[in-house]
T-cell receptor
Framework: ETGVTQTPRHLVMGMTNKKSLKCEQH?????MYWYKQSAKKPLELMFV???????ENNSVPSRFSPECPNSSHLFLHLHTLQPEDSALYLC???????????????FGPGTRLTVL | SQKIEQNSEALNIQEGKTATLTCNYT??????LQWYRQDPGRGPVFLLL?????KEKRKERLKVTFDTTLKQSLFHITASQPADSATYLC????????????FGTGTQLKVEL
């Protein structure tokens, strides 16, 4: 596998369920991100992990819980979600460093989440 | 507050013409600006990056300009093709903000035969 992969691609869950989204990057990057993309709204940065340490959470509700066990894997644990949490959840990775010329982010295909 | 604006309405152009997309921002002093392409049901794909001290960047049929006085970036696709149809996102990074990107809502481009 190459690039950034996400599983599952589609997820339907009830408000009382607990589920997890998984992201894996095969690029050797040292930073990973979770974004939420809702219709007609810009990508919203949820969490940033740099060198496996969370550095940004942007006031995301506690019903979203990230986990980054190593630099290649990122999880988003979901529990007691609301219908308004239905969206496309995107994972991305990048390489951080002081002397890099580019800071582009590589995105996965996303997980389309529907909360009933 | 910081704000990024892109054309909210879809842009329809004829094949072979040049498409020009606009990204305006307020209350920012970005270190650099990026453009991404996003197809339906897919994640964004990086296209070009331009730094605050650069006026213009080119890559094949793509050209990006960056005017920090006007607080505006223009994204051009020359000799457009139906395969260029997609949503184009601009994203800004704040100086000292590391890799944190703030995205615009995107502009949908449709290239017609």
């Amino acid at each position: 596998e190459t690039g950034v992969t996400q599983t599952p691609r589609h997820l339907v869950m009830g408000m009382t369920n607990k589920k997890s989204l998984k992201c894996e990057q095969h690029l050797g990057h040292n930073a990973m991100y979770w974004y939420k993309q809702s219709a007609k709204k810009p990508l919203e940065l949820m969490f940033v992990y740099s060198l496996e340490e969370r550095v940004e959470n942007n006031s995301v509700p506690s019903r979203f819980s990230p986990e980054c066990p190593n630099s290649s894997h990122l999880f988003l644990h979901l529990h007691t979600l609301q219908p308004e949490d239905s969206a496309l959840y995107l994972c991305a990775s990048s390489q951080e460093g002081w002397n890099l010329l580019y800071n582009e982010q590589f995105f996965g295909p996303g997980t389309r989440l529907t909360v009933l | 507050s910081q704000k990024i604006e892109q054309n909210s309405e879809a842009l329809n152009i004829q094949e072979g013409k040049t498409a020009t997309l606009t990204c305006n921002y307020t209350n920012y002093s970005p270190a650099y600006l990026q453009w991404y392409r996003q197809d339906p049901g897919r994640g964004p794909v990086f296209l070009l990056l331009i730094r605050e001290n650069e006026k213009e960047k080119r890559k094949e049929r793509l050209k990006v300009t960056f005017d920090t006085t006007l607080k505006q970036s223009l994204f051009h696709i020359t000799a457009s093709q139906p395969a260029d149809s997609a949503t184009y996102l601009c994203a800004l990074s704040l100086e000292g903000g590391g890799n944190k990107l703030t995205f615009g809502t995107g502009t949908q481009l449709k290239v017609e035969l």
